[in-house]
Every structure is written in C-alpha cells, then in structure tokens.
C-alpha cells in the first residue's frame, strides 16, 4: 500500500496563492492515480481535481477549473495542488488520495490525514 502526507496548508486572505503537497511512501508512487478532495465541517467530502499515474491526464471540479492546478513528479513521490485566486468558499481541509485506477473521481483506496486551508480577510 501507499502512505501519504499531505502539507502546505495555512491561513490566507482572499486572492492568494498557496500550494499544497502530498508525499507518497510505500509501493512506486507512479503505480497510482492521484487526486485531492477536501471538507467542510457538516459536508460530505468534495472531489477537487485529479491527475493520471503518468501526470498526462486531468480533471477538476467545476468551482475550481481555471484556479487550481494539479501535477505530480514522479521522481519525487510527490502530488501538488496550486491554488491560485483563493475564495473564503475555499476553505476546507484538504486530503490527497491514491487509487489504483489510472484516473478517478471517486474510487480511492489510500488517503492523507489533511491539511487544512483557511481563506479569510
């Protein structure tokens, strides 16, 4: 199996920027598709974005699309979500996920504790 550890989280003010990372430990992280959710306190868990095992391929949740940007380095073991233009509706505590799918929105078997992401003046 995979562990992950997500971190980057933090306190911003709206319209900034702020990258979050995932490091994979365990089995080759380049075997697994990737992906970020996150969460609101009383809200089931959100799919955020997605990204192949060889980084080719993406999707994203519509509230995000052209804010967010998911990628990978595979020589690296690690996941990152850039978060660009960030709204108070942003915040959340986001998790990475690792499927055994090549890409999914919703099937994954390995998760991160989070990090959180406040968004407030």
């Known amino acids: 199996q995979v562990q992950l550890v997500e971190s980057g989280g933090g306190l911003v003010q709206p319209g900034d920027s702020l990258r979050l990372s995932c490091t994979a430990s365990?089995?080759?992280?380049?075997?697994?598709?990737m992906a970020w959710f996150r969460q609101t306190p009383g809200k089931e868990r959100e799919f955020v974005a997605a990204i192949s095992r060889g980084g080719s391929a993406t999707i994203y949740t519509d509230s995000v699309t052209g804010r967010f940007t998911i990628s990978r380095d595979n020589s690296k073991n690690t996941l990152y979500l850039q978060m660009n233009s960030l709204e108070p509706e942003d915040t959340a505590v986001y998790y990475c996920?690792?499927?055994?799918?090549?890409?999914?929105?919703?099937?994954?078997?390995?998760w991160g504790q989070g990090t959180q992401v406040t968004v407030s003046s």
């Open positions: 996920a690792a499927t055994r799918q090549i890409l999914s929105r919703d099937d994954y078997q390995y």
């Open positions: 365990g089995r080759t992280f380049s075997a697994y598709g």
